[in-house]
C-alpha cells in the first residue's frame, strides 16, 4: 500500500463519517410530564412570569450562583431574562401565552435556537403539566451527534423543574 492509498482512505472515512451524521435527525424533541397538586391556572401564572418562573427554575436548583437578569413586562407575551451560569447563557423570553401553555424562545447563541412550552391541563385531583422543547440542529453535523443526548440531559431537567413546581405551586 502506498501513502497516497492510505490517505485517500483515510479522507474517505472522514467523508462517509460526516455524511452520515447528516443521517441523524435534524430535529429534537424533549417532554417530560408531572401531575401537579395545584389548579392549571396557578401553573400558567408562575409559569408566564418572570418572577415566578424562578421560583421553579431547574437551572437555579443545580447552579445556586446563576445570574438571572429580568427583561420586559413582570408577566406575559415579553417578559423574560437573561441568564449566565456554569451550564450557559442567553436569554428566556415568553413568546406566547394561551388558556393552557406558555411558549418560551430560548437563544442560547451558537449553541441554538429552542422552543420550550409548559402546557397545564386539568384533571379531576390536579394539574397534568408537559413540559417540551423542540430544536432544529440544522446541517451541523455536531449538533446532530450532541442531539442524540439531549433527552437525557435536557429530559432531567425538565423533571427537575416539574418538581420544583410541584413544591412551588
Known sequence: ???????????????LLGAGTLLLPKTVHVERHAKIAASPES?????ASNHGYQKFNPYLTSDPELKIKPFGPDTGVGSGFHFDGKEG???????????NSVQ?????????KPVQEISAQSLPDGTQVTWT???????NPIARVFGLFLDGMVGKTFEQGLDNLASAT
Open 1 to 15: 500500500m502506498t501513502i497516497w492509498t492510505i490517505l485517500a482512505s483515510g479522507v474517505g472515512v472522514i467523508v
Open 43 to 47: 401553573v400558567l401564572e408562575l409559569a
Open 89 to 99: 447563557k442567553g436569554t428566556q423570553t415568553v413568546a406566547k401565552v394561551t388558556a
Open 104 to 112: 418560551y424562545d430560548i437563544d442560547l447563541g451558537a449553541m441554538g
Open 133 to 139: 422543547m423542540d430544536m432544529d440542529l440544522g446541517f
